[in-house]
């Protein structure tokens, strides 16, 4: 009996669930299954190293981090060891990224042998228009950024990924669905960014599920810019209710959902994607069995 039939009947499929140590052999992409921290981010704070070590029982061997929640990096690493786990990357708002260079993120970055350093976060040149924009920064980007603010987080982008190369560390974007608005004439922000940013400096991490809810394709976005993705950000959405912003959309279990990977996958591979993350922001039951299924999920894609 081969594999894929092995897990078409459900006595077999909770079997597989249960294999928490299992390391399967080939995955959608060829490359080991990495998890955004992000999504095990209220467990972290209760029990740091412990939590690790249950992402990496899972069978997760990649991480990328958001935020370390007051460990030194020496802690950090130790923790990661431990659990078998390797950071591979690193989320940090342009805020902080400007401030705290020197004293915070290089330093992590460095002791966990980071390759990326990706923004999740931008910002404007004067962030007091954010504080003074009703609903704050987040509702700015979602109705009021303009063209000129993209272009301006493109020269801090710039400007960020050449010191970062500098130190051996490549610099990216990561979306969420404010990219994606209209300006004018059919460009949106992330255009504006993809024009920008200068290629030596900067690359993407496509989080294909907030570019989906923007109502775009990803498989568009790595056909046509295979050279300028590096990692993806992999998750599955609720349908939306009705009169809901793409940004309320709550995201699941991969395959239980709205979104086809199966498509992005081939896509993905096609462009040479090095690296891909899980991301499940919200839960309907307990967070490391959901990110489990997550992990069964895509190996049974291959």
């Not at 954010?130 to 493109?154: C, E, I, M, V």
């Not at 991301?279 to 997550?294: C, H, I, N, R, T």
Request: proline share 6%.
């Amino acid at each position: 009996m081969n594999r894929r039939t092995f897990l078409k009947t459900s006595s077999a499929a909770a079997v597989a669930l249960g294999l928490a140590g299992t390391k399967l052999l080939a995955d959608p992409l060829g490359l080991p299954v990495g998890l955004q921290l992000y999504s095990v981010r209220m467990l972290l704070p209760k029990d740091y190293a412990g939590t690790l070590k249950q992402v990496g029982a899972i069978g997760y061997r990649e991480v990328e981090s958001a935020g370390f929640f007051g460990h030194s990096p020496e802690e950090v690493q130790q923790a990661m060891s431990a659990a078998g786990l390797h950071c591979v990357s690193g989320h940090y708002s342009l805020a902080d990224l400007t401030k705290k260079m020197d004293d915070d993120v290089l330093p992590y970055a460095k002791a966990l042998g980071m390759k990326y350093i990706i923004c999740p976060s931008p910002s404007v040149a004067d962030p007091a228009k954010l504080a003074s924009y009703p609903g704050g920064g987040g509702r700015y980007f979602q109705h009021g950024a303009t063209a000129d603010d993209w272009k301006w987080n493109a020269e801090q982008f710039n400007q960020i990924g050449k010191r970062l190369k500098g130190e051996g560390i490549r610099f990216g974007y990561h979306n969420h669905t404010p990219e994606f608005r209209d300006l004018g004439g059919g460009l949106d922000g992330y255009d504006v960014l993809l024009k920008e940013t200068d290629p030596e400096y900067v690359t993407f991490e496509l989080d294909c599920g907030w570019v989906s809810a923007s109502g775009k394709d990803p498989v568009t976005y790595l056909t046509k810019y295979p050279l300028r993705i590096s990692m993806l950000h992999v998750k599955d959405q609720k349908p939306l209710a009705a009169g809901k912003p793409a940004s309320e959309h709550v995201s699941t279990m991969l395959g239980k959902g709205t979104i086809d990977y199966k498509p992005i996958f081939a896509a993905a591979k096609k462009a040479g994607i090095k690296h891909y993350f899980v991301e499940q922001e919200e839960f309907d039951g307990d967070p490391l069995q959901e990110l489990k299924v997550d992990y069964q999920y895509l190996h049974a894609m291959r």
